[in-house]
Every structure is written in C-alpha cells, then in structure tokens.
C-alpha cells in the first residue's frame, strides 16, 4: 500500500488521507491555537497567517514515501486533526536519525473522543506492514495528554531522551 493520492486508511470512525489545498482553513485554524502548539517544537510558534498554510502543504508533501507521510484525518468530511510518520532529526546535526517518529495535532474541537489514538493506531499498522521495525514518539515533559495517546497505543515508555530535535522529551517506542 503506498500513501498516494488514490490510498486511505479507513478506521471505524475516521478517514485518514492526503491533505489538499481546500483544507488550509483547517490547518490555518489548527495551527494557530496556542493550546494546540503549546507543546510543539523547541519554542511553540502560532501561526499567524494563512498564507503559511501553503509552504506546510510542500514541505509535507516532500516527506511523502511509502507510508511516511503527513496524513489527514477527517470524520465523515469534517478535518479534526494530523497524524505524522516520518524520519525523526537528530539532535546536533539535525540530520535524520534512522528513526521514525509518529505524531499528531488535534484541533480541541475533537479532542476527548479517542480520535488521536485511532488514527494513530491505524497509522502504526500501516507503518509496520510497510516494513518499519520500530516507530518512536517524542513528547513535552509536560504533555499529558500526548503520553496517555503513547500508553493507549501500546507504546513503551523509555524515559526522558535527549537524542532528537536537540532538546530532551519523553521517548516512547513501539517494536513490530
Ligand atoms: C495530544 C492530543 C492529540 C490528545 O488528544 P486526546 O483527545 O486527549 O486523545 P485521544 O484521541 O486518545 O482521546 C482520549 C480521550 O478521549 C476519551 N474518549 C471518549 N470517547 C472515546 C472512545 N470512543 N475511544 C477512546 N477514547 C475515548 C478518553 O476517555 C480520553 O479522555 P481523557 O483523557 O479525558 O480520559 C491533543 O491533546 C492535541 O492535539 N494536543 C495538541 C497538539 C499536541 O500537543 N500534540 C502532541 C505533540 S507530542
């Protein structure tokens, strides 16, 4: 199965797809909120206008391989959130690690109904018969709500880390 545009995943309530240029009043939205970049990044950036909707559709665009890839995830038509599986940067170079991280990005209008962790877990999946042998998440100290997606997951908690994105997360680990 390959992450291009004719494929979905299709889980019991969402579906998981490409994003297009019609869903940049969502992101714009998304990624606007400081409650939902609060815990993205080194220092969590607000986006401040649409038009950098635009340039994120490239760059995630140029991470689409195989499975990897940013997906969409939408109930019946509506956007509610972001699930990523990519190469992970090291710490230092920035260069990619070896690794490959999942994530996501709920608006808060979804969160609450277990939608990250079934598109993230059909992501897993999808990522594992892909022939990835380890998946790994890095999240802020402090963020709860992200830890408790890992544990549902089934991921395996290893601790504080400082091998990615050049600052020290909670690492969380899942084995084929
Ligand atoms: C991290 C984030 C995705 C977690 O969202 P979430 O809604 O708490 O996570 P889930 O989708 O797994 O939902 C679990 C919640 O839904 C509830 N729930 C309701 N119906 C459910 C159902 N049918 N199935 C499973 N859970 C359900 C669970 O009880 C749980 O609520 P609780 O935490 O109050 O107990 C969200 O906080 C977010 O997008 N934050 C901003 C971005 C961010 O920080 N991303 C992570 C960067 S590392």
Redesign the pocket.
């Known amino acids: 199965m390959d992450m291009d545009s004719s494929s979905t995943l299709i889980t019991e309530r969402l579906t998981l797809r490409r994003w297009t240029s019609s869903d940049t009043p969502f992101l714009f939205d998304l990624y606007s909120r400081p409650e ?1 970049q609060r ?2 990044g080194r220092t969590p950036r607000m986006m401040a206008d649409v038009s950098e909707v635009a340039p994120l559709l490239e760059r995630w665009e140029a991470l689409r391989s195989g499975m990897q890839g940013v997906w969409g995830v939408f109930d019946d038509e509506q956007p509610c ?1 972001v699930v990523l599986l990519k190469p992970i940067p090291a710490s230092g170079n920035r260069e990619p690690s070896g690794d490959v991280e999942i ?4 608006h808060p209008d979804s ?7 079934e598109a993230a877990a059909a992501v897993l999946v999808a990522g594992f018969e892909s022939g990835l042998d380890r998946i790994v998440a ?3 100290r402090e ?1 709860v ?2 830890q ?2 890992c544990r ?1 997951l089934g991921m395996t908690h290893l601790g504080l880390s400082d091998r990615y994105y050049d600052t020290t997360c909670e690492l969380f680990e899942a084995l084929r």
């Not at 994530?103 to 709920?106: K, L, N, T, Y």
């Not at 969160?111 to 962790?117: C, E, F, P, Q, S």
């Open positions: 939902v815990y993205i959130g994530g996501w990005h709920f969160w609450g109904r277990g939608y990250a962790t890095v999240t802020h963020n709500a992200s408790a997606v549902r």
